[in-house]
């Protein structure tokens, strides 16, 4: 698409193209019922398809993008407003959390972990605000957690 999004910690994200550079903020999602949020069924079991597939309906759309660069591309221009992901991969996520961040975002793990680089393990879902993540978390931990081993 000709343009990216920069972040450095401390410093804001940025969407930077060959004719503008703009500060990216995040500014508060509409309601819970009316938003797109990104989820896949990449890596789940069975149980925790199942289990999330009947919470699906509490939201305005759930889809999928296939990809963690897109993912965060999403939230962090506004297109999607939650995104919830099994696989921690350091190159799907250590830069769009960072970007995320540095926009107003907020991400974590559903088991109340921060997300750090070195972890493999755990569901990571990353929001446009710390008050959609609480929201989002409390929809999905339960679901998730509790059909880990099933």
Do not use: M
Request: aromatic share 10%; glycine share 10%.
């Amino acid at each position: 698409l000709d343009d990216w999004i920069e972040a450095t910690r401390g410093e804001g994200a940025w969407f930077v193209s060959v004719a503008r550079r703009a500060r990216l903020t995040l500014g508060p999602p509409p309601p819970f019922e009316e938003l797109t949020g990104l989820h896949s069924a990449y890596g789940l079991n069975e149980a925790q398809w199942r289990a999330t597939s009947a919470l699906h309906t509490r939201c305005g759309r759930v889809t999928s993008l296939r990809a963690s660069i897109w993912d965060y591309r999403s939230l962090i221009t506004g297109g999607t407003a939650w995104c919830l992901n099994r696989y921690l991969n350091v190159w799907d996520h250590a830069a769009g959390v960072l970007a995320l961040q540095e926009a107003g975002g907020h991400v974590g793990l559903l088991d109340g972990r921060s997300y750090v680089p070195t972890l493999r393990e755990g569901f990571l879902l990353a929001a446009q605000s710390e008050t959609l993540w609480s929201d989002v978390a409390a929809l999905f931990a339960p679901a998730l957690l509790t059909t880990a081993q099933k």
